[in-house]
């Protein structure tokens, strides 16, 4: 790191009923391998978990400090409350996003370091995460639109990103602030990197790939044709669906009002008519 200056970073995860993911998650994480430069502290919401996960978190990862969720904040209100108890803990110079489906390599969190450092301004840092039946097809990291930038051994500006292992410093935190509250579990992510670009801020995906997240294909609830219309509907417009109302929003903040009213449109036709959509 430049000038051997201590970082310190704070890494930030929500969880709900997922314990052996979210242990090995942790666990992978805590064998990367980092310089003397770098202290991490672990931030993690517990959203109500039934299997005991936080029990177990406390058994094998006691410096991570657990924060417990109201049971309904899903993964955007899970990791704005990380994110605001990090913040008010101590002036950290680098936030981590880390989602607990994501299995790091050992390098992960040298490699984010390395991008942020070899720049010349402020950027936020994505970190590519690949399959592990296909470690060169990118599955989770920089976005242009509804692509995902597949790596290619530079470091490539995107637009979007998922939020699978994100590096914000504490600067661009203090511009942009936290996640947009209005979000409950998706598209929160994707705004960050839509606000970023819309305040100058640039987002780069690392070169390489910094760990395993698998590719989430299957078609959502509200999509599917064996689901009675009531229940695709009900899918449809709660937090874990498409919830049409946030896209709308989410296109609409920053003046993409054609495709927020087309993509509303196309959703409610694919829900009310899925067998035609799927032919």
């Not at 978190?57 to 400090?65: L, Y």
């Not at 994110?83 to 489906?101: H, P, Q, R, V």
């Not at 599955?139 to 995902?148: N, P």
């Amino acid at each position: 790191m430049k000038n051997n200056k201590i970082h310190k970073v704070a890494v930030l995860l929500t969880c709900f009923n997922r314990k052996q993911k979210t242990l090995k998650c942790l666990e992978q994480l805590f064998e990367n391998l980092i310089t003397n430069f770098v202290e991490l502290n672990v931030f993690l919401v517990d959203d109500g978990s039934t299997d005991g996960t936080s029990n177990e978190v406390r058994k094998h990862f006691p410096q991570v400090s657990i924060i417990k969720g109201s049971g309904d904040l899903y993964w955007n209100h899970g990791m704005r409350l990380a994110w605001e108890t990090a913040s008010k803990k101590e002036a950290y110079d680098f936030f981590l996003w880390l989602n607990d489906d994501t299995y790091l390599f050992r390098d992960a969190i040298s490699t984010v370091l390395e991008v942020y450092e070899s720049l010349e301004q402020e950027a936020i840092i994505v970190g590519a995460t690949c399959s592990e039946t296909d470690t060169s097809f990118t599955t989770y990291g920089g976005r242009r639109g509804k692509k995902v930038l597949q790596v290619n051994g530079v470091i490539n500006e995107c637009f979007q990103f998922n939020g699978n292992f994100v590096l914000v410093s504490k600067t661009i935190f203090q511009k942009l602030g936290n996640l947009d509250p209005k979000f409950r579990h998706s598209f929160a992510d994707v705004e960050y990197g839509m606000r970023a670009n819309n305040k100058g801020i640039k987002n780069y995906v690392t070169p390489k790939h910094i760990g395993v997240c698998e590719r989430d294909v299957s078609i959502k609830t509200c999509f599917l044709p064996s689901i009675s219309f009531t229940k695709r509907l009900k899918n449809f417009y709660s937090p874990l669906g498409m919830n049409p109302f946030e896209y709308a929003y989410l296109f609409g903040k920053y003046g993409f009002y054609f495709q927020a009213f087309r993509g509303v449109v196309s959703m409610h036709l694919r829900v009310a008519f899925p067998k035609l959509w799927n032919s």
